[in-house]
């Protein structure tokens, strides 16, 4: 954990700062889990070990909350996060068709992050935009009528925003 820790340090300060603010640290744990997860990106047991040790808390407390909300997550997720819709209109436009691009292109399946984390990929059942089917949602931006040849563009265009320099 010390490693992990030294590794973090500056992490570690902007949540410390964060937990410091806090009027009530009692019935704070959500909060802070979703602070951290902010800062971190995701739960590791040695962060999850901390927030216990900062909120007096005992540590199967907070790992149970953290597992019990499918928010949180243990595991690191891409900087992009694609989401293909499965939902029954979608997945009668081809949305599998699309997810299995994805899949190919990434070297990843759904539900796993690229080594790089750079992007992690996942279905959903319905992302409610039915008439835009099928639908991709990268982060928050939402592309209606998707084929599985836009694949490469969409990848292609999110790596390109980490070459950019400002």
């Given at each position: 954990m010390y490693d992990f820790y030294l590794h973090n340090k500056q992490l570690f300060d902007q949540l410390d700062t964060f937990i410091d603010s806090l009027e009530n640290k009692d019935s704070s744990l959500i909060q802070v889990l979703h602070?951290?997860?902010?800062i971190f990106g995701y739960l590791p047991k040695e962060v999850q070990l901390y927030i216990s040790k900062r909120l007096n808390?005992?540590?199967?407390?907070?790992?149970?909350?953290?597992?019990?909300?499918?928010?949180?997550?243990?595991?690191?997720?891409?900087?992009?996060?694609?989401?293909?819709?499965?939902?029954?209109?979608?997945?009668?436009?081809g949305a599998d068709k699309i997810l299995y691009e994805f899949e190919k292109q990434l070297g990843i399946k759904a539900g796993q992050t690229s080594k790089d984390l750079l992007f992690s990929l996942d279905g959903l059942r319905c992302v409610g935009a039915c008439g835009l089917a099928p639908v991709v949602v990268v982060n928050s931006k939402v592309y209606g009528q998707f084929k599985p040849e836009q694949v490469n563009d969409v990848l292609d265009y999110y790596k390109s925003l980490e070459n950019t320099t400002i």
């Open positions: 602070h951290a997860q902010g808390i005992a540590s199967a407390k907070v790992y149970s909350i953290v597992n019990f909300y499918s928010y949180f997550t243990t595991e690191p997720k891409g900087k992009y996060k694609i989401s293909v819709c499965l939902g029954a209109v979608c997945f009668a436009k």
